[in-house]
């Protein structure tokens, strides 16, 4: 089945190139990224969100930024790199924030609190 899910976000991203749709790349890429994670591929997972997050920010897409950097922070997070899994997650949460989302904003700040807390 995530063999399948890849090739269609693969396709997903062809068409938003094709098309100009920067934000259908954005959000195909951040799709993949969860895919490689569910799949234990931290390394793709993150060169994924990167992808998602570059886009994401040249096209002024605050929640794809926002929603990039705390998918980072769960990598981090699976790595045990949690100084930097928190460091995402607070560009995430100042970015939901400004967005006035709560209940993101009440997502990452329990990230947060698990991750100062020694991982979650």
Same mark, same amino acid.
């Given at each position: 089945?995530?063999?399948?899910?890849?090739?269609? %976000?693969?396709?997903?991203?062809?068409? #938003?190139? +094709?098309? $100009?749709? *920067?934000? &259908?790349? /954005?959000?195909?890429?951040?799709?993949? =990224?969860?895919? !490689?994670?569910?799949? #234990?591929?931290?390394?793709?997972?993150?060169?994924? !969100?990167?992808?998602?997050?570059?886009?994401?920010? +040249?096209? #002024?897409?605050? +929640? *794809?930024? /926002?929603?990039?950097? *705390?998918?980072? #922070?769960?990598?981090?997070?699976?790595? $045990?790199?949690?100084?930097? /899994?928190?460091?995402?997650? +607070?560009?995430? &949460?100042? &970015? %939901?924030?400004?967005? =006035?989302?709560?209940?993101?904003?009440?997502?990452?700040?329990?990230?947060?609190?698990?991750?100062?807390?020694? =991982?979650?």
């Amino acid at each position: 089945m995530l063999k399948n899910a890849e090739e269609r %976000f693969l396709q997903v991203v062809e068409i #938003g190139e +094709e098309t $100009g749709d *920067g934000s &259908l790349v /954005a959000i195909a890429y951040g799709n993949l =990224g969860n895919m !490689y994670k569910t799949r #234990g591929d931290l390394d793709k997972a993150e060169k994924m !969100y990167r992808k998602s997050l570059a886009i994401s920010k +040249e096209r #002024g897409r605050k +929640e *794809g930024v /926002a929603t990039a950097y *705390g998918n980072l #922070g769960n990598v981090y997070q699976t790595r $045990g790199d949690l100084d930097r /899994a928190e460091e995402m997650c +607070e560009k995430s &949460l100042e &970015l %939901f924030t400004s967005m =006035g989302s709560k209940p993101m904003v009440e997502k990452v700040e329990s990230l947060i609190v698990a991750l100062r807390r020694g =991982g979650g």
